[in-house]
């Protein structure tokens, strides 16, 4: 954080910097300019004013126009109703966990495996793993594959943050658009191919090229992505600025950032405080060319700061940490206050609800378990989801800020039969910690989950501490 920008920076004290960001998601060049702008971070030459104001009315309407042909299928249930039924039931008997029904079973979501020294407690958090969106995502792709048996189908990206879930898509023969240092390869989608759009979405350049080719599009995006969508659309119609919070790489964030005519990305507090200083001004804020060259990936093609900071509307990446959007939002409103007056508040900043409620309950609920007196006695919190899932990196962010030890693991080989773990820490490394579990008394574990993890994952992960007990425990 800069110390040059003292007076907005004071509520950059209130959240820890957010975690690394994922694997940005470009496009190859051989497709249309619009796609290849985005393979560069979003930046391109400035349009014309006239088609930026053309781009200002249509992109909705764009969208839409898209979405309401019949090769396009979304919704709950698009295919026929017996493949809905069938797959439903096949992921229920793939992905469901005993042990972790036999827990939420019990009033105080506990349960003891094994006896003497070789027991374990573990201890469920009350909100974890699977999402409706996610849930809905897997049997929408699933479904899409038994509808269309024969045709060559590809995705645009991973189907959620699960390495488990994408490698089935693949052992479906699902194809997953390559991506290489110049960007994504749509060459190799032809006339007639299904093309799944992953519950993040995809940008509307991306919609756009599919939707001038003979393919049929499965669009298995989260509603409460589209929830954003509808929130950038009502600050491009009022004429404002679209700040996310976010990660700029992050293919949600690409998306929703397609959406926007205007827009700027923060990832974390430091940022938006740096921004904040900038619009008031401050003695040792950053100067307009610096702010330029930091957020130049992070920023519309035409952004202006001087004249597109008058203005702004809080949206978010869904699956970042709810209090700091919460105090990112607490803060713009403060400043735009200073600078433009409160009576003018209205017109100059909106902030509509757009964290996920998935999101919000199994923060709220990791947290209830940090916090408890409860916690002391855990041995450790055990987080389980990809690595690269943002959501998942913030289950671990909270207990390990409160000083308890945590351990985020993507999938069950992580835990190893010599006691020892392989985890993703809240700086992004990768780092093995030997005596995961003491062998010489009972032991008790914290449980959760991202949105993105089947039950049957988590329970995994479970019977693989359960084994080291039981053999090497004294």
């Known amino acids: 954080m800069s110390s040059r920008c003292t007076p907005a920076l004071v509520l950059a004290t209130l959240l820890l910097a957010d975690v690394c960001a994922a694997l940005r998601v470009a496009v190859h060049p051989r497709q249309p300019h619009a796609l290849a702008a985005l393979a560069s971070g979003g930046r391109r030459a400035a349009a014309p004013a006239m ?83 996610v849930e809905r ?113 992050h293919e949600e964030a690409v998306a929703t950032a397609s959406m926007c005519e205007t827009y700027l990305i923060v990832k974390n507090m430091d940022e938006a405080a740096e921004i904040a200083s900038f619009i008031l001004g401050e003695p040792g804020c950053l100067t307009e060319e610096e702010l330029m060259t930091k957020y130049r990936q992070a920023m519309s093609p035409h952004f202006d700061p001087k004249k597109h900071l008058k203005r702004i509307g809080l949206a978010n990446q869904t699956t970042m940490y709810k209090k700091e959007t919460q105090a990112i939002g607490r803060l713009f409103e403060k400043t735009m206050m200073q600078a433009f007056g409160a ?14 409620d998935a999101t919000q309950v199994r923060q709220d609920a990791i947290t209830e378990m940090s916090t408890s007196d409860d916690a002391s006695t855990l041995d450790f919190i055990l987080v389980v989801g990809g690595w690269d899932s943002s959501n998942t990196a913030h289950l671990l962010e909270i207990p390990h800020d409160l000083g308890l030890r945590a351990y985020h693991v993507n999938v069950p080989g992580c835990i190893r039969a010599d006691n020892s773990i392989e985890h993703r820490t809240v700086d992004g490394a990768i780092e093995v910690a030997s005596d995961l579990v003491p062998l010489d008394r009972p032991a008790r574990i914290g449980v959760t989950s991202g949105a993105s993890t089947p039950d049957s994952v988590v329970q995994e992960c479970l019977e693989a501490i359960q084994l080291i007990k039981k053999v090497q425990s004294v």
């Open 137 to 249: 995502s897997i049997e929408l792709a699933w479904a899409a594959r038994d509808a269309y048996p024969e045709k060559k189908m590809h995705i645009t990206n991973e189907l959620i943050h699960n390495p488990g879930v994408n490698d089935m898509l693949a052992d479906m023969d699902v194809a997953f658009i390559e991506k290489t240092a110049e960007g994504k390869r749509f060459d190799t989608v032809e006339e007639g191919d299904v093309v799944i759009l992953p519950a993040f979405g995809a940008s509307l350049e991306e919609m756009e090229y599919l939707d001038a080719r003979d393919v049929t599009v499965v669009d298995t995006t989260c509603p409460w992505v589209s929830k954003v969508w509808t929130t950038v659309d009502k600050h491009q119609r009022a004429g404002m600025t679209s700040l996310i919070h976010g990660k700029w790489q």
């Open 343 to 356: 009576e003018n508040i209205k017109e100059r900043f909106a902030a509509f609800d757009t964290i996920c």
């Open 51 to 133: 088609q930026q104001q053309e781009e200002k009315v249509v992109k909705r309407e764009v969208r839409r126009k898209i979405m309401a042909q019949d090769k396009y299928k979304r919704g709950g249930a698009p295919f026929d109703k017996s493949i809905h039924k069938d797959v439903n039931e096949r992921m229920t008997e793939k992905f469901k966990s005993e042990v972790l029904e036999e827990i939420k079973g019990e009033s105080i979501r506990e349960v003891v495996q094994g006896e003497g020294n070789a027991a374990v407690t573990f201890v469920l958090a009350k909100e974890y793993g699977f999402c409706w969106g």
